[in-house]
């Protein structure tokens, strides 16, 4: 291997662990908390380190980040710093005037961060996925279906949710966001597990019932990371397309292409391409 070749390993892995870095030192300076340094300081490094093994070759590489990140927002944030990082959590501080938390979250990984890496989140950070992606159905057994509708739906039932505890005046609101956490992911790994086995889909619940993803599928149209298709080397073998595991066309380079907004970066279809045309 040439030496510039192995310099190549290192840009992406770098330049994601420089672009976490930057936000963690803005944020931190901007917001005099300590916290942020840290907390984008790690999520960078996870990124970063997830990307490295994917280049150094090793099989789970992107396991490992998700893993890391997806549980230390699930545990960490979530459960011992009584965070709501879900979409009611982004809501609440929203409604309160307050840029902080769940407010932030949004806001770098799932508003303007998909401008840089796409539906990213999902594939690397997101704890709901984290799960779903363990079970047996990691290439989708049955055609896609029109389902992408309700996602609308229970983004409008979460504003309102929300809306409605404002409007009311309820008491203990901070704790009643607690608890929607937890219930909400109860009830998120409830449907996902059982949309996976139902459609033997593991991804089902990202494609037709997430709301985070009417945030993420605007922005990641013109995300800068995207997975290019080499039409000199592409035989149509089809072996891209059906590994997807959310059904994306990586043969057509225009940005319209079908399910172009969905990639995750999970790369299966890179290890798939006879010819590494993408």
Known sequence: MHKSEKIRKFILPVMMWLLFEAIAITLWLTKQNLFYL??????????????????LGYRHARRVAQFLVGTYMLVYLGLICNENMQIEGFWYYLFTGVFEAATIHYAVAKIFGPLVFGRGWCGYACWTAMVLD????KVPQKPRKKWGFIRYITFALSFALVSALFLTQV?????IMFWLFLIGNCLYYF???LLAFTLK???AFCKYICPVT????PMSYFSLMRIQCDKSKCVSCGKCKTVCP?????TDNSRKRE????????????KACPKKAL
């Open 259 to 270: 399910n172009g907004t969905e990639c995750i970066l999970c790369f299966e279809c890179t």
């Open 191 to 193: 449907i996902g597990i």
């Open 246 to 250: 959310m059904n994306v066309d990586m």
């Open 201 to 203: 889909d593991n991804r």
């Open 134 to 137: 363990l079970l047996p159905y």
């Open 38 to 55: 840290f907390n984008f300081s790690y999520i960078g490094t996870s990124l970063a380190v997830g990307f490295l093994l994917f280049r």
């Open 214 to 217: 009417v945030f993420l599928k």
């Open 171 to 175: 008491n203990n609101l901070e704790k």
